[in-house]
């Protein structure tokens, strides 16, 4: 080893024992290896799901879909709540009501889960990746902006990308890590360029955005609850709307646009078959009664966090925005760009000692299937996706 790769080495032990000992103050003696995010079930789960089994109804239809929808509609303010099989589901169907049509462009951020854009691939439209935000690592407005100000043209109310001539129909804000995209400065940009805005809500259930639920802003947003997001129902997603007849067509196209009907099978439309099981919807009924629970004892676990870190001055801990509450749905940190070349070695080093920390999830426009569509200047994801360090943030750890 050359003299400078001792120090090297010698520096990153060094900083890796500075984050294990700030964990290990935070996630005390919670049972090694320490997940990410698990889920939690101190409720009523199991006498639900039992009872499903009990009665028989385990499968498309029963009370626990109807109250599931009713809770999450309570819960979020919005008027109407659909549940699906999973959140990816959930927002092709958004994108579907939204008016995305086949070689349509859709501008999701740069910087998600490939969730968020493999539905525009499924609707025949194009991804079109646009830059985050540093301060909240969620969809940029100030850049969103500027970059359709050069490459937008409207024609007859709609928006059309001048370059590859293609209709520009849906914007998706992600709302990363449970942290608020800024929307009303998204929304207003959409209204400008008649763009429908459909959220990518599936991190941030509970979240807050200027005191309204996230996933409401939008024409219509999707959730997940996946097994590692705030509630889970082992697999699902959920749409929440205001719009009345969007709600209705959700529900009808997702249940094979049956007609009601007791025994006849009468179909209008070549729907999709993505109903939530009855099983599914009953752990989310209990999940769903303990949410306030799961949200504060997240708060204070990431209140925890921000302050066994707040002296390391190599690292920034994500805050919520100002105009946000946020679920904090995972706790992350940026390394400042001069540490970036030690990310991977104090990644490895955490999970040694037992801490299952990940890094971001590498850049759409890098994944082989997804480099060759539009982009604009993505200077900010790129520059943080090389810094990003998520901590275990289950709910148990509070
Ligand atoms: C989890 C997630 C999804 C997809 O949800 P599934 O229920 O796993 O299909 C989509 N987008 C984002 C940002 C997610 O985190």
Redesign the pocket.
Known sequence: MTIKMEKMKKLEVEKTDILVSAIENVVGKAKRPVQLHEPFFDGNESAYVQDCVKSGWVSYAGAYVDRFEKMLAEFTDARHAVVMV??????FICLKLAGVRHDDEVIVPDM??V??VNPVIHCGAVPHFADIDSDTLTLSPSKLETHLKSIAVKKGGKAFNRKTGRRISAVVP?HTFGHPADLDHLKQICDKYRLAMVE?A??SLGSLYNGRHTGTSGLLS?L???G??IVTTG???AILTNDSKLAALAKHLTTTAKKPHPYEFFHDMAGYNSRMPNINAALGCAQMEKIESFISRKRFLASRYAKELKGISWIRFLDEPTYARSNYWLNTIILDAENEGFRINLIDGLRNAGFMVRPAWRLMHELPMFGKFPKMDLSNAVSLQKRIISLPSSVSLA
Request: charged content about 10%; aromatic content about 8%.
């Open positions: 999973n959140g990816t589901t959930a927002l998600t889960f969730g968020t992600m990518d599936a991190q999707a997940s609850f996946n590692n997001k697999g699902g997603g």
